[in-house]
């Protein structure tokens, strides 16, 4: 037990810095399966070579980077009552991360998410070199927050009033069918304009936590907007507080987790630092605000892992999983990509 000097308060260490090593170990096992996905694609795009004779299989998951052809999937699947099976795995990949951030908020974007924890790296770098945070003043933070809910507004306009023969058309057109490989070239055969753009977001990045994640980022938008509808929310007991500020401190998202009693903010990612770091036993937790009871940090973390693989698990299973993209035709579709889509 140690006593703090200024409120002489009780204060007992937590011991829940696990959850932190549990996180981290979850982000690097789904980058790593994201580097896995790469090499088998890039695998599969030199196999449909007209001088290569062995077709390499296409990794499914790499669907996962099809989130507009995802959306436009789930819009059809709500619509027709149909799974579209070009890219099935994307669609239930998609609602996979969405039930996630029903049950922990943004979860997805601090547990899982290849982006969120390259540019988690990046801006601890960047904290190291320079010692210390930048925060964007309020004035201009509000502001560059609202961009990535234009960008997800734009995708929805877009989207929304398409009818289901619509969504048909463009799911089975060749464009979506070699949306991936479309992807893939573009990195592959980036432009000067596109690798500044991108050394750019690196960059401030580094400088400022989560740039990319916090402001323009349609998927974290979404999910900020979903993960609002979950019942757990970081609570704060102002009687047991003493007010040290280490949560606020600890916070990668800025809030002001010391100043208020529910973090009920659209940027909260449920990264769990703030719980972590407050010395003060049972005084910041998670608390289902409906039922009040408190869930615990193993509960928020094996949640995660349960509904995310259970739900691709079960697509897996039940044969919604695999393209129905032959590989003659990718291979004929492959000749031609940079006609698609012109
Ligand atoms: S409020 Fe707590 S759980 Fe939410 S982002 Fe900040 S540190 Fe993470
Ligand atoms: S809730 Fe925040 S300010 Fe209060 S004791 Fe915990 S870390 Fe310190």
Redesign the pocket.
Known sequence: MQYDNTSKKKIIKNDIQKIQHFRLALQTTFLLLVVWIGVEFWLFVSSLSPDVTEFHNRPEGVDGFLPISALMSLWYWIQSGKVNMIHPSGLFIFTAIVAVSVYAGKSFC?WLCPIGTISEMIAEFGEKITGKRIIIPKWLDWPLRSLKYLLLGFFLWAIIPMSVMQLNVFLNSPYNKVADIKLYNFFLQISTTGFVIILILFIFSTFIRGFWCRYLCPYGALLGITGLFSPVK?TRNPVSCIDCGL?AK????A?K?DKVKR?L?D?????????DVCPVKDTLFQQNIITKRKRSNFATAAGIVIIYTGITGLAILTGFWQNSVTAEEYRELYQIIDLIGH
Not at 267 to 275: K, R, Y
């Open positions: 601090s970081i949560c600890a916070c990668p998202s809030i987790v973090v903010s940027e909260c990612t449920m990264c769990l630092n703030c719980v």
